[in-house]
Structure formats: C-alpha cells, structure tokens
C-alpha cells in the first residue's frame, strides 16, 4: 500500500467513525517489514522475515474512549469493525478528560529532513545480510582454545505510518534500522562467562561490519575468573553501554501517569534541585539520524527540544494530552526522543585512574527500583578496581541505595557517548555505593 493509499484509507476509516457517532478520532495505519537471521557452528540455525500492516483507531464517543486495532484492511471489513468498536465504547464510563489534542499544538509540516530512513532497504542482497552473521562468527571460531560457543546474528527492519485526526491532523513518518550482534560464552573453572557485542545504524552503509566477534570475545575471556568481593561503600563507575538501567527510573518517575497518580519519586518537584549539578540531560528531537528523532508524537504533537534536568534541576516532565489535563499541565509528549547527556572531559579509562577503590559495572543481573519512593537493589557484575587500575573480574555482587542519592552523588561524567541507542549516555562515575557480596 502506498503512502498516498494509505492516506486514504485512514481519512475514509476516520470519517466511518464521525457518521456512526463518533465525535471525534483518530486513525494510523502502519506497515513494517523486518528479517533477521542467527548462525551457531558454523550453520544458519534461523531464518525470520515478518511483514505487518495494521489499521489503529482512538474513539472519542459521548466523553467516553476506546483504542482498537486491526489487521484487515478492506473497507468492507473495518466499516462493520468501527461500527462494533463504536458500540462497545458506548459501554464504558465517561471521562472528562479524553479528548484529542488541541490543534494549535499539532505538527504543522515544513519540518526538517532528519534522514530516518534508508531509501535502499529493498536494494540490500539476503545472500550478503547471511554473511554478514557468518562473517562476525568467523572472527571468533577458533581464537581461543576456551570458546565454549559461539552465536551471531543479524536483523533489519522498515516502520512506516500515516495518521490523521478529525480535528486537523496529518502526518506520516518512516524508519529503518539494522543491527548486528556476537555472543560468546568460555570456559572459566565452574562457570561459563559469557557476554555480548552489537552494532546498529539507521542507514545499511553505516552499519559496523568488523570487529562485533572479537569484541565479545574479547568482553568474554575478561570475566573469567569472576568472584565476589568484600562488602562495603566504594566508588562505582557504570560503563556507558549500561547507564539506561540506572537512568530509566528516573524516566519512569517523570511520566505523566506516574505523576499525576503520585506513583512517583519525582512529582510535584518541577524546578527543584534534585540531582548533582553534574547531571544535564536534554531531549532532543531534531538529531539527524538519531535512533529517536521525530517531528510529532504519537498524538501528533510537534516535539521540541526540552531540557529534562539542568544542572540537576528537573525542568520538564513528560505528559500527553490526557495526563496534561488531569495535572493542568501543558503537554509535553509522553514519551522521550533522543535524551543527550552533558559529557565531561575524561574517557573511560581516565575515570578508572581517578578511582582508589571501586568497582566498574559493566553488567546488571536483575534487580529492581520502586517507582514511588526511588529505593533500589540490583544484582551487577564488572570489575574491582584497585589503586587506579582494574584487578579482577567481578560478579555475583548487589548494589542498593535510593535514586535520589545515587544521582545526587555524580564524582564525574566521562565523555565517551554511546551512541547507539536514542539515549545518548556517557560513563558515570558515582561516589559511596552500597555494594554487598562476600
């Protein structure tokens, strides 16, 4: 289906619901196609490909509201599809605040090309994608007399939508993605270390295709001899690969349903200085080519570059529509873009050399944060650092503590970004970590 069809068919499905008793709607229709394949000993081992296309339509009925979805996209099987969701919706209880967004807020066009997507996705060979997987397993096999196995995969994907909304909205939007990812595992006395490379891009041309095997093997054979390490408070730097996990509770506390609901460890601190003045984080829409670059939301809201915390001052929240009004607040987008650390001036290995004592994480094994109160235990794994140097592998180790304390205490923040994900995160290094082990 064509972009224009698409159009199309949304702007009659949008209609159907306003002529059966909608008063209002909003309707997306979105296709994706992705493949990956996975080989192990030298052998593909699996083959996937999915193609999807699939109508969504947000009801607005006498204050009352209902999302439903579908895969048949025939006008004969979504009038008669409407027409029930229209009539369930009738049976739920009204709610003042449904409504869609107010148009003055929506995307208008003329936006900048952020370059999401890779024109020649269709022009790339399926032969070459499988040796592209055989080609990182290769650069393992047979480097090491203690590789235990060996797996390596490959995947790409295309996401395309239109939506329109009956009070004025149009927009449409359109991603591609590539990934490519080595695991091994090595013997290690009575354990198995394992760990993991991957590299990803938006255009196919700027996906890595070297060094992913090595790498992981390389994160693999460090572990080996892994143990536990006496309990106590020391410094802790969380590789930048990892700073999501420790970051994402404060993402989480920032929603709009988890503030309005007092859910959350960070409601009603709007302008307050929460966090170390080291931490300035800001959500940037407009990076081109960033993993999460777009000009509207999922309401079609137009994004804007915010800052999220300044100097350790929250500054923004992220509320829809729905939210907004129940906080009488103004909507800023429920969710992220891009979120971009403020970096410093040291690398990695320049954080480790400031470091006495400490443990550099550079994995976690489960654990979990309350969402009210910021209070966390995580298992990690990583490795003792003693006198500036790294001196052992370690695991099997706990940290716990609050948020609001952990990310009040940053001793610096390095400035090797990762940039393969739309949270653009740096090396932290905190002070005074609660670690429990032996």
Not at 403 to 409: D, E, F, N, R, V
Request: proline share 3%; glycine share 8%.
């Amino acid at each position: 289906m064509t972009k224009e069809e698409k159009y199309s068919l949304a702007k009659w499905a949008m209609s159907h619901a306003l002529k059966n008793g909608a008063q209002q709607a909003s309707v997306s229709i979105s296709n994706s196609r992705s493949s990956s394949v996975e080989v192990r000993e030298e052998k593909m081992d699996k083959l996937e490909q999915a193609i999807q296309s699939n109508l969504s339509i947000r009801l607005y009925v006498d204050n009352k509201f209902s999302a439903h979805s579908t895969n048949r996209l025939k006008k004969e099987d979504l009038a008669g599809f409407i027409e029930e969701a229209i009539a369930a919706t009738r049976y739920l209880s009204e709610d003042e605040f449904r409504t869609l967004p107010n148009p003055e807020l929506y995307y208008k066009g003329g936006g900048p090309d952020l370059k999401t997507f890779d024109n020649s996705f269709d022009r790339n060979d399926p032969q070459q994608k499988i040796d592209l997987a055989f080609r990182a397993e290769k650069e393992v096999l047979g480097r090491d007399e203690r590789i235990v196995s060996v797996s390596a995969s490959y995947s790409d994907g295309i996401y395309e939508r239109v939506m329109v909304t009956s009070n004025g909205f149009e927009g449409d939007t359109a991603n591609s993605s590539y990934g490519l990812n080595a695991q091994v595992s090595v013997k290690g006395g009575d354990a198995r270390p394992s760990s993991y490379w991957s590299e990803t891009a938006v255009f196919y041309e700027d996906l890595k295709k070297s060094d992913i095997g090595r790498k992981a093997l390389d994160l693999a054979l460090k572990k080996i001899g892994q143990k536990k390490v006496t309990s106590g408070k020391m410094h802790m730097i969380v590789e930048n690969r990892m700073v999501g996990r420790l970051f994402s509770p404060l993402i989480s506390a920032l929603n709009g349903s988890a503030v309005q609901q007092k859910n959350s460890f960070l409601a009603d601190q709007l302008g307050e200085k929460i966090f170390s003045e080291k931490l300035t984080v800001t959500d940037d829409p407009f990076i081109v080519s960033g993993r999460g670059s777009r000009l509207f939301d999922n309401e079609g809201l137009a994004t804007q570059k915010r800052p999220v915390f300044e100097g350790g001052v929250l500054k923004n929240y992220f509320i829809d529509t729905y939210y907004g009004k129940k906080l009488e607040m103004p909507p800023t987008s429920g969710s992220t873009t891009n979120l971009v650390f403020n970096t410093g001036n040291k690398n990695l290995d320049e954080l480790i050399a400031t470091v006495q004592k400490g443990i550099l994480v550079t994995g976690f094994n489960g654990g979990n944060c309350n969402g009210a109160t910021g209070d966390f235990s995580y298992g990690i794994e990583g490795f003792l650092i003693e006198n500036q140097q790294i001196v052992q592998p370690v695991s099997e180790m706990n940290i716990t503590g609050n948020m609001k304390t952990l990310w009040s205490a940053i001793a610096e923040i390095g400035n090797d970004t990762f940039e393969q994900s739309s949270w653009l995160t740096p090396s932290v290094l905190f002070y005074d970590v609660d670690f429990s082990g032996a």
